[in-house]
């Protein structure tokens, strides 16, 4: 069984930044890539942003260049860092650990999620 916290979210004005963070508990090194979805009011769930356990990383169109992930092996935490942030970016987001196959990503453990808000 493993277990996903979230924690860095918050409010935060356009332009600006955030840092999400992701502890993971439990043994996470079976799963090949760890991610971060986020789902906005009255929108589908969206993948933001992958990495697999060699560092390959992916993002969505719509954040590249603006978010960075990232993961620390030794202390089985995944990081989403934020810039540039815009009011289209306010959703919750979760973070998961999963694995790819044919080149697409499958979350299988999920965390609570953390809000992300981004208005003046």
């Known amino acids: 069984q493993v277990q996903l916290v979230e924690s860095g979210g918050g409010l935060v004005q356009p332009g600006g930044s955030l840092r999400l963070s992701c502890a993971a508990s439990?043994?996470?090194?079976?799963?090949?890539?760890m991610g971060w979805y986020r789902q906005a009011p009255g929108k589908q769930r969206e993948l933001v942003a992958t990495?697999?356990?060699?560092?390959?990383?992916n993002y969505v169109g719509s954040v590249k260049g603006r978010f960075t992930i990232s993961r620390d092996n030794a202390k089985n935490t995944v990081y989403l860092q934020m810039n540039s942030l815009k009011p289209e970016d306010t959703a919750v987001y979760h973070c998961?650990?999963?694995?790819?196959?044919?080149?697409?990503?499958?979350?299988?453990?999920w965390g609570q999620g953390t809000q992300v808000t981004v208005s003046t």
């Open positions: 998961n650990v999963g694995t790819y196959y044919s080149n697409n990503y499958y979350p299988i453990y």
């Open positions: 439990g043994s996470i090194s079976s799963f090949s890539a």
């Open positions: 990495i697999t356990s060699g560092g390959s990383t």
